[in-house]
């Protein structure tokens, strides 16, 4: 992935940029006059555990190798003071954490609210660890993210958020996060999340404090799903070239199913496109994944259905393993791995033992020539 990456160069003409100051300083409160019940956070669903600021962008740096990580993870405000860090065990800054904790050493963290919109996507980006999301931002947004250096830890944030909490995290300090009605339709069970003590908040004059809604979808991080499958297309083509098209269905909470078209080429190519995905950085979290040929639409379910449900013989199309699964998942039997399917449902050659007289049957269509004519002549009848 990260090879991916360094092909497009054009991130690097866009890196972000320093700057003196910046509005997100306009107000800057430490010590007592930090009370985090003067900012909205979010009581969303009955069984929710507390309130959340579920927009806060976490800034974190690996205390070895100094590189920078972006991501959005939700933050239960526990109280006036400390709020609990939902990073989950696959994330970036969850390794930086563990690097922290494993050195004895506390870890600087600042969350920034109001970010342009670019960064703001880039936070949910399934980006290789070593890769800095504000290049990715900047990439997006054609120009140079401005950056100002936070008041009480040493990291920078966006001069134009809105918000920043500023804090230090210390090795083993936890507390009980969620319950949490997520994005995947259920509530995530309570789980400990280290809790981060506040030393600083700044803000602009009258900063707004964005937010968002997730739970049983379709919800409003939809279409940020949508943009990563879209965005990651060519990404996902360089590591797997087989990749024509892929679709990932919202209702699958996008990291359950992923439906993938190839050009089939040799026997057996969509058992080897199934198991590059489920080694393939995030991807690998995919419950289950359906092949297709090139000549299905990915993103007609109606089609990938009729294929799926008829082309299949499950003796022989259907590949169950093991692995890890997201962090939310609850089916499950035990938190973290479990097992996942894939589906064969190209065409199936002789040479992978399909070996009926006649072959694969040509599916049922119109004669090109006889459609073309009949849409010509819809007036006509009348119709
Ligand atoms: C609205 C929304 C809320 C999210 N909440 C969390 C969360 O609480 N914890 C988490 O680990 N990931 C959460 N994610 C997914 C991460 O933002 C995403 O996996 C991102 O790539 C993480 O960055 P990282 O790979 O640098 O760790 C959320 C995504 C969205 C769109």
Known sequence: MREAFGKLGSMTHVPPKKVKDGPVHEVVLTGDDVDLDQLPALFTWPKDGGSFFNLGLTHTKDPESGVRNLGLYRLQRHDKRTIGMHWQIHKDSRNHYQVAARRGEKLPVAIAFGCPPAVT?????????????????????????????????????????????????????????????????????????????????????????????????????????????????????????????????????????????????????????????????????????????????????????????????????????????????????????????GIDATKKWPEEGYTRDGGWPDMVESDPETAAKVDRRWKEYGL
């Open 121 to 341: 996507y880039a936070s949910t980006a399934p980006l290789p660890g070593d890769i800095d999301e504000y290049l990715f931002a900047g990439f997006l947004a054609g120009k140079r993210i401005e950056m100002v250096d936070c008041k009480t830890v040493p990291l920078q944030v966006p001069a134009q958020a809105e918000v920043v909490i500023e804090g230090w995290l210390e090795p083993g300090e936890m507390l009980p996060e969620g319950p949490f009605g997520d994005h995947t339709g259920f509530y995530t069970p309570q789980e400990p999340f280290p809790a981060l003590k506040i030393d600083c908040v700044t803000m602009r004059k009258r900063p707004l404090l964005q937010s968002i809604v997730v739970g049983r979808p379709p919800t409003e991080d939809g279409p940020l799903g949508r943009a990563t499958e879209r965005f990651f297309l060519p990404l996902l083509k360089i590591i797997i070239p087989d990749i024509v098209d892929y679709h990932l269905p919202e209702a699958g909470g996008f990291h359950n199913c992923a439906i993938v078209s190839i050009d089939k080429k040799y026997p057996k190519h969509a058992q080897k496109v199934m198991h590059a995905i489920w080694g393939a950085h995030m991807m690998s979290l995919t419950k289950l994944i359906v092949v297709v040929d090139s000549d299905c639409d990915v993103h007609d379910l109606h089609e990938v259905a009729w294929r799926a449900l008829g082309n299949t013989d499950y003796a022989r199309d259907l590949s169950i393993v093991e692995g890890p699964v997201d962090h939310l998942d609850h089916a499950s039997y035990q938190q973290f791995w479990g097992g996942k399917a």
